[in-house]
């Protein structure tokens, strides 16, 4: 049972462009978000975080946007940069649990 | 970097073995995490240990055990080793037990296990 879902394992994005990254979760009792990007041959590191009382988190480039309703969350990175070619995971936690749940990833690929 | 280190990097052996993983929070961290990476598959969460104790348990098989010594770093064992769990194991360490802004884990580089 895939608590966080991402549903598509690769994005192609043109350098400049905005790149947005999906997430579903299925666990109403979840109210903290996160994604982690990741380098190959490095660990996950944390990129940004909402909690469940936003709607919306705003870190430079770096945007998180979430939809209760239809549990629902997104990354949008504006501008793409090369350097933002990763994986990104998408992860979720509830406040009774310390637990983060990660969904599968998805591979971002910034094209010159 | 992210101060928490790791070793080995790699790992190769047989199956029916058992191998130990080490992991060193960053300085000051508390809390350890154990998570299970392996192919096409997301950070399954393992363990966590705060402070020598164990906290939290994921989905980790009887063949896995770990602990955290005084010194806080820990070690994940992992015996009767089978092909499936070729894998990459990662560590992560926060400062505290629990609150809101500790959700915020520093992942070390991990171990690649190679079972053959």
């Known amino acids: 049972d895939q608590q966080v879902k991402q549903n598509s394992p690769s994005l192609r994005v043109q350098e400049g462009r905005i790149s947005i990254l999906n997430c579903d979760y299925t666990?109403?009792?979840?109210?903290?978000f996160l994604w982690y990007k990741k380098y190959p041959a490095e660990g996950p590191t944390f990129l940004i975080s909402?909690?469940?009382?936003?709607d919306k988190n705003e870190d430079g480039r770096f945007t998180v946007f979430l939809n209760k309703s239809a549990k629902h969350l997104s990354l949008h990175i504006v501008p793409s940069q090369p350097g933002d070619s990763a994986v990104y995971f998408c992860?979720?936690?509830?406040?009774?649990?310390?637990?983060?749940?990660f969904g599968k990833g998805t591979r971002l690929h910034i094209l010159p | 970097d992210s101060g928490v280190t790791q070793t080995p990097k790699h790992l190769i052996t047989a199956t029916g073995q058992r191998v130990t993983l080490r992991c060193s929070p960053r300085?000051?961290?508390?809390?350890v995490y154990w998570y299970q990476q392996s192919l096409d598959q997301g950070l399954q969460f393992l363990i966590q240990?705060?402070?020598?104790?164990?906290?939290a348990k994921g989905n980790i098989l009887e063949r896995f055990s770990a602990q955290q010594f005084p010194d806080l770093h820990s070690e994940l064992n992992l015996s009767s080793l089978e092909l499936g769990d070729s894998a990459l194991y990662f560590c992560?360490?926060?400062?505290?037990?629990?609150?809101?802004?500790?959700?915020?884990?520093?992942f070390g580089p991990g171990t690649r296990l190679t079972v053959l």
């Open positions: 992860a979720a936690s509830a406040r009774r649990d310390d637990k983060i749940i």
């Open positions: 300085s000051g961290d508390l809390s």
């Open positions: 909402i909690s469940s009382i936003k």
């Open positions: 240990y705060y402070n020598g104790e164990e906290r």
């Open positions: 992560a360490s926060s400062p505290r037990d629990r609150g809101r802004s500790l959700n915020e884990q520093f």
């Open positions: 666990n109403s009792m979840f109210d903290y």
